[in-house]
């Protein structure tokens, strides 16, 4: 028995939570929570960057942001998806600039073009999509006809019948910005896709087809404004789809 008790193990010590850590941690809690909640961090300045549509004050409101906010704790990412609910803003992004600025960064979709519906026209992107309805429209952007829907929702591309019409509504558009025409106030009927006309002024273009829609979108924008607002006449464009053609302009009285 002497011998069984004389190789028994010493019993081992339990080490005990150094006490020095556990205040050093705690410490830096009450530090980081104290710079969290310092007045150092509260929002004095918003800033925007990519808007247009809307002001920096317009986008503070649409998400309750305001001086005094704390940079860290404001709700980010429920602000961001509340401002994408607008039509107008495709993407959005907030993020805090030391010491006291946020950051309201968006995308937003640009008016291209209006539809006339039942006495209030209709502003779209790009893309189709309905950024809004209003009774008058405003700068001077293609007043697009011959459409066919029964119904659209804001914010969703317009349900047409004609989709082949839309999208050569959208592929104008894009040229007249390219050329520069959206300074003048123009009317496309696209009930044929195959055989376009636009108006501006007092002069009928007729287009045709979108095959070499490029060119004759740059022959409209650099004959149109070579004629004089108070002229009448018609513009026949169609044959560019021949190299050979002349373009021919016959006034009326």
């Not at 649409?62 to 980010?76: E, N, R, T, V």
């Amino acid at each position: 028995m002497e011998e069984l008790e004389y190789y028994q193990k010493a019993p081992v010590k339990k080490k005990g939570i150094d006490q020095k850590l556990v205040i050093g941690g705690v410490l830096l809690v009450v530090v980081i929570a104290c710079l969290l909640f310092s007045p150092i961090f509260s929002v004095k300045e918003i800033k925007a960057e990519g808007a247009s549509h809307f002001t920096t004050s317009e986008l503070s409101e649409m998400i309750g942001l305001s001086a005094g906010d704390h940079l860290f704790l404001f709700g980010k990412s429920k602000a961001e998806k509340i401002l994408e609910e607008s039509p107008y803003i495709a993407d959005a992004k907030l993020s805090a600039k030391l010491p006291d600025t946020m950051v309201i960064s968006v995308q937003e979709r640009k008016v291209r073009g209006y539809v006339p519906y039942m006495g209030s026209y209709l502003y779209i992107d790009e893309e189709g999509r309905v950024l809004e309805v209003q009774e008058a429209y405003q700068e001077a952007l293609p007043l697009v006809k011959g459409l066919q829907f029964s119904s659209f929702t804001e914010g969703e591309v317009i349900p047409v019948d004609n989709s082949e019409a839309l999208n050569v509504v959208l592929q104008i558009s894009q040229m007249m910005e390219k050329y520069e025409v959206l300074d003048l106030v123009v009317e496309i009927d696209v009930s044929n896709p195959e055989d376009i006309y636009a108006y501006v002024n007092q002069v009928q273009i007729h287009l045709g087809n979108m095959e070499n829609g490029d060119m004759k979108i740059k022959y409209m924008a650099e004959i149109m404004k070579t004629i004089p607002k108070e002229d009448r006449g018609i513009l026949d464009l169609s044959a560019l789809d021949d190299p050979k053609a002349n373009v021919v302009f016959q006034y009326l009285m």
